[in-house]
């Protein structure tokens, strides 16, 4: 089975406000899928149901071959969770934390387990701390070690880098590429464009639809690139395709005369290109 | 299979009790309460003045609500706070489930049950004068014992109808001013019309005086309660499963 997860028609609705309206996507095993999408877009939503902890209201969801409603023990066992907010028990210390949600799963050496993941979020020195005590973005690598203790096959980051600063995302986002090298699927949500950059595919969210499911390269193609000829005096501005084909026929049209001084190219960056799909509700 | 439910249910209570350890001033507070309001009982039961009016009768009785109103707000409270700190939802996506998370925190406040039954229970020997064969009085710890295990799993069942902390507040007194009317602390429940006798079985404190009155009289004993014996561990049974049946997992 190459989907790691495939949801059809899903919908979910909390009394009358519609969190998601007939979502269909799937993600491919051991790809980082990306959810993009401003406050309220319905990513957490998604991911909730991805984990069995939220019922849909209609259509079809599978994660792992297993039904998260139906299924849910067996699918735990394989996935790791993130959730939003870093729900971790602040009175603890961040091995407690590490040790206690991780003996939800079985392991030969849990001990051992422990000390590796603390090592990987590089906590050592704050091992022993209360987590309240921790800062924000330390909270969150505690978070992260938490969803990560029994290896899992799946991971679910709701919005992981949240609060974290630039170079502590860079360490994230390599982890990540590391876990989806091993073998892992990541689905993460996000309001970061340099982020979704990062993804291998990404949906682009908004008032619980899918705007746009692509990867960042096919996403980018979407957009156009404005040629600004100057020939003389005059500059002749245009919007092509941003391909080498068209910006070859392009400049055939116009002509390259010794008058053309300078051929000027802006294509537009994924964030026009997203705030573009958002403002016009997806339609092409 | 029965080797992981048990190691979760183990992780749980385990992990419970550390935090009710390393937070001083609950543990003060659970501990300190009782032991100033069963002081209070006295100077109040004291200040009655009928000779027909026999403190014990009352001292036993109220002591085990102040244990019940205790361990049932502070449950619910407590499993509110797992809701909205999303710890509860990340223990069931992590693979605990239902029975093993409330068995968890049943041993884990068990253990602190028993102390704050233990203390009042030597409290109210001592400043009522109680000299009750020492049978009479493990008897009387272990109706409070099982008021206290009741009162937890009704705290953890209130707590599902809570979203916020604040929420828990108006389910304190819709449990407790009833128990205190309806359960036979004040008033024997003969007395009372049908369809408050039939409320107040639904009040665990009424199943608790059910054997505590009786116990009481000058040579009664568990035995005189006779099928009221049942009551409690009916009653405890029942409050468990709804709780557990009810821990929501989904939203
Ligand atoms: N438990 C709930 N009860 C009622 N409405 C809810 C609930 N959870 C989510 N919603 C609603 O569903 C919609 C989607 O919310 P969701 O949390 O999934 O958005 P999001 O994309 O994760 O936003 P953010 O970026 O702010 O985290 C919102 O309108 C929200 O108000
Ligand atoms: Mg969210």
Same mark, same amino acid.
């Given at each position: 089975m190459a989907e790691a997860v495939t949801v059809e028609g899903l919908e979910k609705r909390y009394g009358r406000v519609?969190? +998601? $309206? !007939?979502i269909s996507l799937s993600v491919k095993r051991g790809e980082i899928f990306g959810l993009l999408g401003a406050n309220g877009a319905g990513k957490t939503t998604l991911i909730r149901i991805l984990v069995g902890l939220a019922r849909p209201t209609a259509g079809s969801v599978s994660v792992l071959g297993f039904d *998260?409603? $139906?299924e849910a023990a067996a699918l735990r066992r394989q996935v790791g969770f993130m959730p939003?907010? *870093?729900?971790?028990?602040?009175? +603890?210390?961040t091995r407690a934390n590490v040790a206690f949600f991780g003996a939800a799963h079985p392991h030969e050496n849990s001990g051992r387990r422990v000390e590796e993941i603390i090592d990987f979020v590089a906590l050592r020195e704050r091992a022993h701390d209360p987590v309240h005590t921790l800062s924000g973005g330390m909270k969150q690598r505690v978070s992260l070690g938490c969803a990560l203790f029994h290896k899992p096959a799946l991971l679910l980051l709701d919005e992981p880098t949240a609060g974290v600063d630039p170079p502590l995302r860079e360490i994230f986002w390599k982890h990540f590429r590391d876990l989806a090298a091993s073998g892992a699927t990541i689905v993460v949500s996000t309001h970061q464009l340099d982020e979704a950059l990062a993804c291998d595919r990404l949906a682009v969210m908004r008032d619980g639809a899918v705007l746009a499911c692509d990867s960042p390269a096919g996403l980018l193609r979407r957009g156009r690139t404005t040629v600004r000829v100057k020939c003389g005096d005059a500059i002749e501005e245009a919007r092509i395709e941003s391909t080498p084909e068209a910006l070859a026929a392009h400049l055939k049209h116009a002509g390259l005369s010794p008058e053309v001084a300078s051929v000027e190219l802006v294509a537009d960056t994924l964030e026009t290109i997203v705030l573009d799909l958002v403002r016009r509700g997806g339609a092409p | 299979m029965i080797a992981d439910r048990i190691r979760r249910t183990r992780a749980v209570g385990g992990r419970v009790m550390v935090q009710l350890v390393r937070d001083h001033r609950f543990l003060a507070l659970a501990l300190l309460v009782p032991v100033a309001v069963v002081y209070l009982l006295h100077v109040f039961l004291g200040s009655?003045?009928? *000779? @027909? @009016?026999? *403190?014990a009768r009352f001292a036993v009785p109220l002591g085990a609500f102040i244990v019940h109103f205790l361990t049932y707000v502070l449950t619910a409270i407590v499993l509110v706070r797992e809701r909205t700190g999303e710890t509860l939802p990340r223990m069931f996506a992590c693979g605990y489930r239902q029975g093993e998370i409330i068995t968890g925190y049943l041993t884990a406040y068990t253990a602190l049950a028993s102390v704050q039954s233990l203390i009042v229970l030597a409290e109210l020997a001592w400043l009522f004068e109680l000299d009750y064969p020492w049978t009479k009085f493990l008897s009387i710890a272990l109706v409070i014992w099982l008021l206290a295990v009741i009162s937890m799993s009704l705290g953890i069942l209130v707590?599902? @109808?809570? $979203?916020?902390?604040?929420?828990v507040l108006p389910f304190v007194p819709a449990v407790i001013i009833p128990s205190i009317f309806l359960s036979g602390v004040v008033i024997p429940p003969e007395n009372l019309p049908a369809w408050a006798r039939v409320l107040g079985w639904f009040t665990p404190l009424f199943h608790a005086d059910a054997v505590l009155v009786p116990l009481l009289?000058? !040579? !009664?004993?568990?035995?005189?309660a006779g099928w009221s014996l049942a009551g409690l561990p009916c009653y405890g049974v029942a409050v468990l499963a709804l709780a557990s049946l009810t821990l929501r997992e989904r939203d």
């Amino acid at each position: 089975m190459a989907e790691a997860v495939t949801v059809e028609g899903l919908e979910k609705r909390y009394g009358r406000v519609e969190a +998601l $309206r !007939g979502i269909s996507l799937s993600v491919k095993r051991g790809e980082i899928f990306g959810l993009l999408g401003a406050n309220g877009a319905g990513k957490t939503t998604l991911i909730r149901i991805l984990v069995g902890l939220a019922r849909p209201t209609a259509g079809s969801v599978s994660v792992l071959g297993f039904d *998260p409603n $139906r299924e849910a023990a067996a699918l735990r066992r394989q996935v790791g969770f993130m959730p939003q907010s *870093p729900a971790l028990y602040l009175d +603890l210390s961040t091995r407690a934390n590490v040790a206690f949600f991780g003996a939800a799963h079985p392991h030969e050496n849990s001990g051992r387990r422990v000390e590796e993941i603390i090592d990987f979020v590089a906590l050592r020195e704050r091992a022993h701390d209360p987590v309240h005590t921790l800062s924000g973005g330390m909270k969150q690598r505690v978070s992260l070690g938490c969803a990560l203790f029994h290896k899992p096959a799946l991971l679910l980051l709701d919005e992981p880098t949240a609060g974290v600063d630039p170079p502590l995302r860079e360490i994230f986002w390599k982890h990540f590429r590391d876990l989806a090298a091993s073998g892992a699927t990541i689905v993460v949500s996000t309001h970061q464009l340099d982020e979704a950059l990062a993804c291998d595919r990404l949906a682009v969210m908004r008032d619980g639809a899918v705007l746009a499911c692509d990867s960042p390269a096919g996403l980018l193609r979407r957009g156009r690139t404005t040629v600004r000829v100057k020939c003389g005096d005059a500059i002749e501005e245009a919007r092509i395709e941003s391909t080498p084909e068209a910006l070859a026929a392009h400049l055939k049209h116009a002509g390259l005369s010794p008058e053309v001084a300078s051929v000027e190219l802006v294509a537009d960056t994924l964030e026009t290109i997203v705030l573009d799909l958002v403002r016009r509700g997806g339609a092409p | 299979m029965i080797a992981d439910r048990i190691r979760r249910t183990r992780a749980v209570g385990g992990r419970v009790m550390v935090q009710l350890v390393r937070d001083h001033r609950f543990l003060a507070l659970a501990l300190l309460v009782p032991v100033a309001v069963v002081y209070l009982l006295h100077v109040f039961l004291g200040s009655v003045n009928s *000779p @027909f @009016f026999d *403190p014990a009768r009352f001292a036993v009785p109220l002591g085990a609500f102040i244990v019940h109103f205790l361990t049932y707000v502070l449950t619910a409270i407590v499993l509110v706070r797992e809701r909205t700190g999303e710890t509860l939802p990340r223990m069931f996506a992590c693979g605990y489930r239902q029975g093993e998370i409330i068995t968890g925190y049943l041993t884990a406040y068990t253990a602190l049950a028993s102390v704050q039954s233990l203390i009042v229970l030597a409290e109210l020997a001592w400043l009522f004068e109680l000299d009750y064969p020492w049978t009479k009085f493990l008897s009387i710890a272990l109706v409070i014992w099982l008021l206290a295990v009741i009162s937890m799993s009704l705290g953890i069942l209130v707590s599902n @109808f809570a $979203r916020t902390e604040g929420q828990v507040l108006p389910f304190v007194p819709a449990v407790i001013i009833p128990s205190i009317f309806l359960s036979g602390v004040v008033i024997p429940p003969e007395n009372l019309p049908a369809w408050a006798r039939v409320l107040g079985w639904f009040t665990p404190l009424f199943h608790a005086d059910a054997v505590l009155v009786p116990l009481l009289k000058s !040579g !009664g004993s568990m035995a005189d309660a006779g099928w009221s014996l049942a009551g409690l561990p009916c009653y405890g049974v029942a409050v468990l499963a709804l709780a557990s049946l009810t821990l929501r997992e989904r939203d």
